[in-house]
């Protein structure tokens, strides 16, 4: 069974030198256990705040051990009436080819169906990004239909989600991506009304101005994927009464300070701004992965996914999704 293991933390920015590759055996099932063989592990932000050392929402990866992470794969061996070998499912089993699963402990396991989509999508759009794109509009932002919704990192696994979502809603939905390659997906494929490039712009007066003609109505309400410049351009278009989703800072996760330059518009515009943890949000899973579901099976959300291929490639595909080389959901396919 190969594995990656997170070897030591990093200082500054994440390298592919704080992990490892290391060989383990998988122990033999006991009653209840499954053994689900991984086709793809997700990698995802949240596991680079995961590698320091620091107080957070959930306790750090901890060193010397397998990587944690979203898989899906296949049960191979079982134990447990309730799996058999070559059902589908999606779980937590972490940088590794194989992992073993207690099937009664709630939430370990749950078996999808790869009728009309493909596995890799519940790593997407209908997993864990996809509803964290569904709590975050519908619960914190409430979109109105005629309403103004902005997303950045428009073009990943979360952003993505954001353009049929807010479109379902009677929202006009405009993106924020890097590069005119990301910016056409957004807008031909994913049915957003407009997208900006926020690499032609220098500065958030710059980015704004190009907001501007993208919003002409002004910005009601505003997903939050990236921090910084992105989040103070958007700022200067929010309307009175605007909502921000704080879904997450990339920007600043290597340790960059990210500091905010227009905090007095929060006041003087009475924004809503609400940061919030998808994992907290269990009772809104189905619903949000129904809505999902039927959006990817009807094609007006269309998934794009970077392919990393075998396990060892992880580290470098990890870093690099930091970097935005991705190119929509990163995953890696176990060889
Ligand atoms: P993505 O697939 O969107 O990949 C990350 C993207 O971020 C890159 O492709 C890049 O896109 C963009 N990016 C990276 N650095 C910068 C930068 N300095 N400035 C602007 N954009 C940058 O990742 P996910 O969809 O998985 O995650 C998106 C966000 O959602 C992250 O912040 C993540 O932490 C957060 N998240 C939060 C959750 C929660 O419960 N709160 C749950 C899941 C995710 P580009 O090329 O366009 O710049």
Known sequence: NKQILLDNRPTG???ASNFKLASGTTPPLKDGEVLVKHHFLSLDPYMRGRMNDA???TAPQ???QVMQGGTVGEVVESRSPKFQP???VVGMGGWQEYSVVSADQPGSIRKVDTTHVPLSHYLGA???PGVTAWYGLVKIIEPQAGQTVVVSAASGAVGSALGALAKARGCRAVGIAGGPDKCRYVTEELGF???VDYKQHKDAGSLSKALKEACPDGIDGYFENVGGMVMDAVMLRMN?????ALCGMIAGYDGQPIPMAYPQLLLTNRIKLQGFIVSEHMEVWPQALQELGQ??????LRPRESVAQGLESAPEAFLGMLKGKNFGKQVVKVA
């Not at 009175?240 to 921000?244: C, P």
């Not at 959006?295 to 007006?300: D, M, R, T």
């Open 13 to 15: 920015e994440a390298q």
């Open 55 to 57: 107080k957070s929402y």
């Open 62 to 64: 901890p060193v010397g």
């Open 86 to 88: 070559g059902d589908k």
């Open 126 to 128: 209908v997993g864990m």
């Open 193 to 195: 009304d407009a997208c």
């Open 240 to 244: 009175a009464h605007g909502r921000i």
């Open 295 to 300: 959006l990817v099976g009807s094609g007006k």
